[in-house]
């Protein structure tokens, strides 16, 4: 699938682009299925692992693929994850380690294309 593909791309990529933790104790990217909801993908910075929903490889672009690993990566770079912040934090940290931009598209999803910067209505 063409989007798997994006994936993998993205995280080989973007894997040498960050910073230790994240890269020197060796990144996950693991799939699971969701019953619902909007999340597509989260980070687990206690296993460097980030998780992506099988249904975001199918349902969305390569950029919105590739602004969700940046920002998941971002996370797991992020030495104060569990401080307040931590959801914009990990789009600066993604923009400054890998020089592309995490914007939000009009359905609030991570993009590498157009978008504007993370909305004040989502947490932050």
């Known amino acids: 699938m063409a989007s ?3 994936l993998k791309m993205a995280f080989r990529t973007l894997r040498k682009c960050f910073p230790a933790p994240a890269c020197s104790a060796g990144v996950g990217l693991k799939a699971w299925r969701r019953e619902s909801g909007r999340d597509y993908a989260y980070a687990e910075p ?3 692992t980030a998780w992506f929903h099988k249904g975001a490889l199918r349902e969305l672009s390569r ?3 590739l602004g969700l690993v940046l ?3 971002g996370h797991l770079a992020d030495p104060g994850v569990w ?3 931590s959801e914009a934090r990990a789009d600066r940290l993604a923009e400054k380690y890998a020089g592309l931009p995490v914007n939000y598209d ?3 999803i991570q993009t590498t294309g157009p978008g504007t910067a993370r909305p004040r209505r989502l947490h932050r």
Do not use: A, I
């Open 4 to 6: 798997q593909r994006y």
């Open 46 to 48: 206690g296993t460097n």
């Open 63 to 65: 950029e919105q693929v």
């Open 71 to 73: 920002h998941e990566l």
């Open 83 to 85: 401080r307040s912040g």
């Open 106 to 108: 009009e359905d609030m």
